[in-house]
């Protein structure tokens, strides 16, 4: 339907994106709110300093009394960190020196940056921005005997797939300074988390992103504990779209067997396009009684108009889009009705109030003795039904 849908810079208009970041959150939800997105926002992770922690000072010292062969920075917030606790401490000159006569490898280019504040040069950085890659890259130089100083980035979990670095390194024969800069911690209130997973499970959202391989790992474990999971990841693998900032991020959802889109660079700003380019393809999009319909999380577009619709209503118009033109029984719209009702009268007075919500009630068919479709144009119709044959 060439010329159909918002104009270019309203690309989400309709469409409903749940956020999980801890960090630069606002800054991503501009992102999608100047394409017209509804964004509702739930840290599935919290990000705790370790500014007072023995272990860090352990590492520091040792790092300032030995300076590493080698040092791994892996990002950005981190590494600033590791600089800024040093600093209070009164250690920043001592440790700015054992740096500097250390190799220094980042991840990315956020390490990258947090590097060359501190006035420090890296050496190499993979082209990836993975973990992985660097690993590889210390392995094929040969890391026995050598003394490796990681700047770590955050707990890990069952569901997370990333090596762990250290462990790797140590197998390979070198000395490892662990350097726990941050952590990654549950959300301390789950409730947000768990009106976001709900959500997800009921496809009233339209996608769900993650900018951190953490972020994906408390969201399954909390799906998990409230034993929803099973439905959580039917929908990211179905009606909900999940969007990864990266692969390394990606990697937990793939290894259940949910295949989320991912931008070419891992930036928010790509991740953002990445999802205005991909929602709007993924929407169900039919023309029913003469008017052009497009079905999101919590409303439809008719003719490019936004209408809000109840949760009655939109299980029944997602139930009937699922079959476009096909006629779906009584029965099974009310099945779909929120509530868990048994009155058969409930679905006539929800097919009404769907018209009238719609302002289209020709879109809406009545077959009689049988149920309700979607009143596709004839040719539309045909092409529908030749799909459900095959």
């Given amino acids: 339907m060439s010329g159909w849908g918002p104009p270019s810079g309203d690309e989400l208009r309709g469409f409903t994106v749940g956020i999980t970041a801890a960090r630069r959150a606002e800054e991503f939800a501009t992102l999608l709110t100047r394409r017209g997105a509804d964004v509702v926002h739930a840290p599935a992770i919290r990000i705790i ?17 030995d300076p590493p062969d080698v040092t791994v920075a892996t990002t950005g917030i981190g590494f600033r960190g590791w600089m800024g606790v040093a600093d209070g401490w009164g250690r920043a000159d001592q ?40 690993l590889d890259h210390l392995l094929a130089e040969g890391v026995e005997g050598r003394r490796i100083a990681v700047q770590l980035h955050g707990t890990s979990t069952q569901w997370e797939t990333v090596p762990d670095f250290c462990a ?52 399954l474990e909390r799906a998990e504990e409230t034993g929803v999971l099973e439905s959580l990841l039917q929908a990211l693998d179905g009606t909900v779209m999940a ?3 990266g692969p390394v991020t990606a990697a937990p959802l793939e290894a259940v067997g ?3 889109t991912t931008p070419g660079r891992a930036r928010l700003g790509s991740l953002a396009r990445q999802i205005a380019d991909e929602l709007p393809r993924r929407a169900a999009q039919v023309r029913a009684g003469g008017h052009d319909l497009s079905v999101r999380g919590n409303c439809v577009v ?20 699922e079959r476009p033109g096909l006629v779906v029984s009584r029965t099974d719209l009310l099945a779909a009705l ?23 009630p020709k879109a809406v068919q009545t077959v009689v003795k049988r149920g309700y479709r979607l009143a596709l144009e004839p040719a539309e119709y045909e092409r529908v039904l030749e799909g459900s044959r095959a």
Avoid: Q
């Fill in 258 to 260: 949910v295949r989320p």
């Fill in 338 to 360: 929120p509530g868990g009702s048994e009155d058969p009268h409930a679905v006539e007075t929800a097919i009404a109030r769907l018209r009238s919500h719609l302002g289209v």
């Fill in 49 to 65: 300093p370790l500014a007072d922690d023995t272990e860090l000072a352990r590492a520091t010292e040792e790092v300032i009394a």
């Fill in 168 to 219: 790797v390194l140590r197998a390979a024969g070198a000395e490892v300074i662990a350097v726990p800069v941050y952590r990654w911690m549950p959300p301390e209130d789950y409730n947000a988390v768990d009106r976001l997973i709900e959500s997800v499970a009921s496809g009233a959202l339209d996608a769900l992103s993650f900018t951190s391989a953490p972020a994906v790992a408390s969201i």
């Fill in 302 to 321: 008719v003719d490019g108009e936004v209408k809000p619709l109840s949760p009655a209503a939109m299980a029944l118009v997602r139930r009937l889009a």
């Fill in 95 to 134: 440790l700015f020196t054992a740096l500097r006569a250390s190799r220094i490898l980042v991840r990315g280019p956020k390490a990258k940056g947090a590097v060359r504040a501190a006035d420090l040069r890296e050496e190499w950085s993979p082209d990836s921005e993975s973990s992985a890659e660097l």
């Fill in 243 to 245: 969007a990864c900032v």
